[in-house]
């Protein structure tokens, strides 16, 4: 029981630890990929020794909402990191506490308070990137309920360790449907996670800027925690991604802790080779027009319902 | 075949057929005269694919020669045919019309898949107990789909693309219900198909000649005298 806490726990810690690394990583193949050399892969972690270090400054004008959101916004990672699997495929001590929408829903808490933060510094070009941050938040939304529920379908449960180990032990795991469906989340932590062809993480024109927009009043330990937190929510959805859907192996099956910790470089490796994928995408695609969004994510919407047709009728 | 690889064939089938519904999607949706083409010479290839594993499934020689027919005549002649006839209506335009905006247009077309996935399943029970569930509704919905690019688009080649499309759906559905169909009636339907692509081609080409453009929605009046078309004017 104690040792089920302890692994619940440490799941947490490697998402604190590692999240940092994968975006520096990320960036760094990025860079490569366009024949420069690239921050090293430890900049991320760098920037947040420095911002936590600097002085934060908070406008008069704003209100509680400025000051709470960057707490909120790093906490709500660590609150999914406990319900899904990263590290071991048995149900840990807080697995049941809720399922994937729950852990879709404590996510989209962070998203909605960053909206109303980046509202309430009366810096101009906040509203119009929360605003944008809302409308891809909003095509989104039906993506993700749809693919939840197919996965309902499937599995016959939404909490993501069930899922998890029917996908590890079953027989048909190249359905249509699967396959529609991790294309559907692609696709998906692409647009959440700020990406590519829907935003560019590495643009600093504030115009165009989608997801950056948010935290661009925030200095010192409040900026340090809206980054952090957006890595971490960035590591999450990987993990979803890879440990439930995916490649549902590799986990720890025993409760020893040799056995957990050996999980560590596989789920990373994963992560890895995900990541080498998602260099692809961004490396070979060019940012969409603002008004194309809504195009990328109705062809994510599609692609989940004919999951979902797929699954229920096939 | 024995019995035990029964079940990852009709997996691997399962998914040729579900990314054929989606290249059906695509034809639809995507913007640009290549991007369709592209997306027709997938949708080929899977419905290929899906041919070669029923054959496999049923020991039947008919159908590898279906898969033969549809992997030669769609992804490699059509597209050659094309770029010999009408070349410049293809690679030198990038974006076509649509009369609707793409979301309803997808919308729409969900619907149209749902429907014949309701229409489909019954059908292809009705048929024979045999039959691979998902080929007769994925094959319905491509020829549903592929009329309803018929009546979105609004330029030539987009057209052709959908016929075809529509063509390649009703195959998806035949190979699985009709699995001794003569093969002779294989082979005429492609050698039709391609003398339609031909055809349609050389039409394209005459009337982007005479007219400038082949936006089938601009065509909407008669002219007594061949003058440039009304976008130009337009701009001028």
Redo the contacts between chains.
């Keep these: 029981m104690s040792d089920r806490v302890l692994f619940n726990l440490l799941q947490v810690a490697v998402v604190l630890a590692f999240a940092p690394l994968v975006s520096g990583v990320l960036s760094r193949l990025k860079e490569m990929v366009q024949s420069k050399r690239g921050p090293s892969i430890l900049q991320p972690y760098r920037d947040l020794w420095k911002l936590f270090h600097k002085d934060e400054i908070v406008s008069e004008e704003s209100s509680w909402i400025f000051r709470f959101t960057p707490y909120l916004v790093f906490v709500t990672p660590i609150f999914v990191a406990l319900l899904i699997p990263v590290l071991t495929s048995y149900p840990l001590f807080f697995a049941f506490m809720g399922d994937m929408l729950g852990g879709g829903f404590v996510l989209a808490l962070g998203g909605f308070f960053a909206t109303l933060a980046a509202v309430d510094s009366a810096n101009p070009y906040g509203p119009i990137g929360a605003s944008r941050t809302r409308m891809v938040g909003f095509l989104a939304e039906p993506v993700f309920m749809i693919v939840f529920f197919t996965v309902s379908f499937v599995a016959g449960s939404t909490i993501p360790y069930i899922v998890q180990q029917h996908w590890a032990s079953a027989?048909?795991f190249?359905?249509?449907?699967h396959?529609?469906l991790v294309?559907a989340f692609l696709m998906l932590i692409l647009a959440e996670g700020g990406r590519i062809p829907v935003d560019n993480p590495t643009g600093h024109f504030e115009l165009a800027m989608i997801d950056e927009s948010k935290s661009l009043e925030y200095s010192g330990r409040g900026f340090a925690l809206m980054k952090w937190g957006g890595q971490m929510k960035f590591f999450v959805l990987l993990c979803i991604f890879l440990n439930v859907l995916v490649t549902p192996w590799g986990l720890a099956a025993e409760q020893h802790w040799s056995a957990v910790l050996l999980a560590i470089p596989l789920v990373l490796l994963k992560i890895f080779a995900l990541i080498l994928v998602l260099v692809v995408i961004e490396s070979s695609l060019a940012k969409l027009r603002l008004f194309r969004i809504?195009?990328f994510l109705?062809?994510a919407?599609?692609?989940s319902?004919?999951?979902m047709?797929?699954q229920v009728?096939? | 075949m024995n019995d035990a690889t029964h079940p990852l064939i009709e997996n691997l089938n399962a998914l040729a057929t579900g990314l054929f519904l989606l290249t059906a999607f695509g034809i639809i949706a995507t913007r640009q005269a290549r991007g369709c083409l592209n997306l027709f010479i997938v949708q080929s290839l899977l419905l290929a694919a899906s041919a070669a594993l029923l054959g496999l499934r049923f020991d039947s020689a008919h159908l590898y020669g279906v898969a033969l027919v549809n992997a030669v005549s769609k992804p490699v002649i059509v597209p050659w045919l094309l770029r010999r006839v009408a070349s410049a209506e293809l690679y030198t335009r990038r974006e076509i019309d649509q009369v609707l905006n793409i979301p309803t247009t997808l919308l729409i077309a969900l619907a149209l898949a749902i429907g014949a996935y309701f229409l489909g399943v019954p059908l292809a029970a009705a048929v024979d107990a045999s039959v691979p569930t998902p080929n007769v509704p994925v094959g319905i919905a491509g020829l549903l789909l592929g009329a309803f690019t018929l009546t979105v688009r609004r330029e030539a080649l987009p057209l052709l693309i959908g016929l075809l499309a529509m063509e390649n759906g009703a195959f998806l559905a035949g190979i699985a219900m009709a699995r001794d169909l003569s093969m002779l009636v294989e082979l005429a339907i492609a050698t039709d198909g391609l003398v339609i692509v031909f055809i349609v081609g050389v039409l394209v080409r005459a009337v982007a000649q005479q007219v400038g453009s082949t936006a089938v929605g601009d065509l909407a009046s008669l002219k007594e005298t061949p003058t440039v078309s009304p976008p130009y004017e337009e701009l001028g």
Excluded: H, Q, R
């Design positions: 027989p048909d190249f359905t249509p449907s396959v529609l294309l809504a195009e109705g062809a919407f599609i692609t319902v004919a999951a047709i797929a009728f096939g």
